[in-house]
């Protein structure tokens, strides 16, 4: 048996082991305290231990921006294409979908398979590139909901005059530079700049680091089995929205293999698959602040229970595309290849507007209010994917 084959199969042993043990989650505190240790824990750790087998360059600091870029180039076409999806520019839809387009969680969706499949030096670079995306979700995407929600309220005080907002992004400047994975890459190109590596540490330090990233592929992949869920409202809905962002992603792949010179087959696939990560919670959480924000009587800006469900859809979907691309390997690695896989994905969403009409149908609002209280308390009640 093909061993990329091989190893793909175990991977969905073990997401299908994860699905069967949903019953003995007792609630989703369980799932949630899962999810922290993966993020906080094992995942820096494994980024830490990769970084200090690689050579730093100047060349890798470019990474973050072109993530950012591929964030933007997400976004714009988000705001250009919705609408000719069946959202109505200025909805809470619309807007809901605009947030969560353009967002990237490669810590969940990505980085497992790409240490499986591509190795140590692949992991660390998509590590730095996810610095970019880290700005984005953080702070832009926070200015962007900011400023719909003051717009909604139809004022005229300017963002930076509310010392409230001020503390705000302060606290997400502080937040981004707190979290376990950008500690663990800023300690990691430090070493590497002293000339100091993984064996340059205490060997108990040296060992618990590795030991912590053997962990990683098998409990992330439990996870994705144990926080699958399915709605089957809004499902098609949902899916033309992931399978355009797919499509685009793809194609953008695909235009950076044309443009950049020859790389390695591992850089390729990484290019390739990075795009393809799941949507980020952190829209969600910046929509979920907003909507607590808001009065009774105004409109919602944004759709939390759309967004629950787009964040439940995207992790499988974005673990069914890197497992199909890494498995295939190397044909992959061509333009020729990823361009009409591309189009493939456009056409999908295309074929559903054409055969619906949606492009010259109202679209269906769904502005419900949580059941129990504010968008605050839904959280508590339902688990964010990615």
């Avoid at 369980?30 to 990769?50: E, N, R, W, Y």
């Avoid at 355009?244 to 953008?252: D, E, K, L, N, T």
């Avoid at 087959?265 to 949507?279: G, H, K, N, R």
Wanted: glycine share 6%.
């Amino acid at each position: 048996m093909n061993p990329a084959l091989q190893k793909t199969l175990v991977f969905l042993l073990l997401i299908a082991a994860g699905y069967f043990l949903q019953k003995k989650i007792n609630g989703k505190q369980d799932l949630k305290g899962i999810k922290v240790l993966i993020l906080s824990v094992v995942l820096p750790a494994t980024i830490f231990v990769a970084l200090l087998k690689i050579k730093i360059s100047a060349e890798l600091l470019l990474l973050p921006v072109g993530a950012l870029a591929l964030n933007f180039i997400l976004f714009y076409a988000a705001k250009k294409a919705l609408p000719q999806l069946g959202f109505t520019t200025g909805t809470s839809d619309f807007r809901t979908m605009v947030m969560l387009i353009p967002s990237l969680a490669p810590g969940l969706s990505c980085f497992p398979f790409v240490m499986e499949y591509l190795g140590d030096e692949p992991l660390a670079i998509a590590a730095l590139a996810d610095v970019g995306n880290k700005v984005f979700v953080l702070i832009i995407l926070y200015l962007i909901a900011m400023n719909w929600y003051y717009g909604q309220r139809a004022t005229t005080e300017a963002f930076s005059g509310n010392p409230d907002r001020k503390e705000k992004l302060k606290d997400l400047g502080l937040s981004l530079l707190r979290e376990p994975v950008n500690l663990v890459i800023v300690a990691a190109i430090l070493m590497l700049s002293f000339g100091l590596n993984i064996s340059s540490l205490p060997g108990f330090l040296e060992t618990t680091a590795v030991r912590l990233a053997a962990l990683m592929t098998p409990i992330v992949l439990l996870f994705i089995g144990m926080a699958v869920r399915f709605e089957r409202r809004e499902m098609t809905l949902i899916l033309r929205v992931l399978a355009f962002r797919s499509g685009i992603a793809f194609f953008v792949s695909g235009i950076a293999l044309l443009l950049l010179p020859a790389m390695a087959p591992a850089m390729v696939l990484l290019l390739v698959i990075f795009p393809q990560s799941a949507v980020s919670f952190w829209p969600f959480a910046h929509m979920s602040a907003v909507e607590g924000m808001r009065g009774e009587k105004d409109k919602p800006v944004f759709n939390v229970d759309l967004a629950l469900n787009v964040l439940a859809c995207s992790l499988p979907f974005a673990t069914v595309i890197i497992l199909t691309v890494l498995s295939c390997g190397e044909f992959f690695t061509s333009a020729l290849t990823i361009l009409p896989l591309g189009a493939a994905l456009l056409v999908v969403p295309a074929i559903f507007v054409m055969r619906n009409g949606i492009s010259s149908a109202p679209n269906v609002e769904m502005e419900k209010q949580p059941a129990n209280g504010s968008p605050a308390m839904e959280i508590e009640k339902k688990v964010a994917v990615s």
